[in-house]
């Protein structure tokens, strides 16, 4: 099969392009590298069977030849890049994933959308399910992530119901792994980062939030099993294990085997307090779950940013 995918230097677009080629697929990745990295494909640039097109999808991109899947992941999806560039950050969820539907509608491929947990909200419902409607504030700083991502499934089913595209969602929930960009934000990056440079790690509140962490590569095989079934509908992608943000950063000092300190700031607005998913449906319609441990998935993970910060320092 030939896959198209936005995003594809990005973090998981980029192990997801690694999957396919692996898999004897072949792979256009577009990407305008606004938060991806050209050194997330540089490994790839050489395969035969791999495409690389710089593009912006909100603007459209043309893909010559056969397309049998596109998979949409273009997005800035840390909290430091969608509340720095909040317009682009809508613009890719709504118009960006236009464009790349209106692509697969014109290959006649299938239709694979990243959607996120941030559709829940700060959720009233634990752990969350597919059918949770979600508690999301439409108007505060993080509504343009994730109203971004509301619309794109509502269009995405728009074009499953009027234009007969065979598409698929999938809500990831918290994914960690190499590739990660340094600086993004996020709570793994951030601890590695702070951890590995002899800085306190940072945590916001009391540390009681819980998250729960999927490596990418149990993520990738995820997203590749349901952009080959019938299911039209979300479905969550994650790790069910949950541990507080504060469990997390003294596995982080454990793993490290320094003595990081652990310094507590205000709690950002709207923050989920809990985040967990159900991954019942997955289980039983894909045969989907996580495999990789955190401590397994930590270390890779530690030797990844261990020669980041060491450039950087």
Known sequence: MRY??????????????????????????????????????????AHRDFEFIEADVTRGCDVAGTVDCVMHLASLASPKDYLDNPIETLESGSTGTQKMLELARAHEATFLLTSTSECYGDPLEHPQRETYWGNVNPVGPRSCYDESKRYAEAITMAYNRVHGVRTNIARIFNTYGPRMQLKDGRVVPA????????????????????????????????????????????????????????????????????????????????????????????????????????DEGIRETIEYFRVKVAAAL
């Not at 969550?236 to 507590?264: S, V």
């Not at 709207?270 to 449906?281: G, V």
């Open 4 to 45: 198209v995918i936005s995003g594809a230097a990005g973090f998981i677009g980029s192990h997801l392009c690694e999957y396919l080629l692996n898999d004897g697929h072949a792979v256009a990745g577009i990407d305008n590298l606004i938060t991806g990295s050209r050194e997330n494909i540089r490994h790839l640039t």
């Open 191 to 294: 601890f590695l980062d702070q951890a590995l440079s002899g800085e306190p790690m940072t945590i916001f509140g009391d540390g009681s939030q819980t998250r729960s962490f999927c490596y990418v590569s149990d993520l990738v095989r995820g997203l590749v099993l349901l952009s080959r079934s019938d299911e039209r509908y979300p479905v969550n992608l994650g790790n069910p294990r949950e541990m507080t943000i504060l469990e997390f950063a003294k596995a982080i000092q454990r793993l490290i085997g320094a003595d990081a300190r652990i310094e507590f700031k205000p709690l950002p607005e709207d923050d989920p307090k809990r985040r967990r998913p159900d991954i019942s449906k997955a289980q039983r319609i894909l045969g989907w779950e996580p495999v990789v441990s955190l």
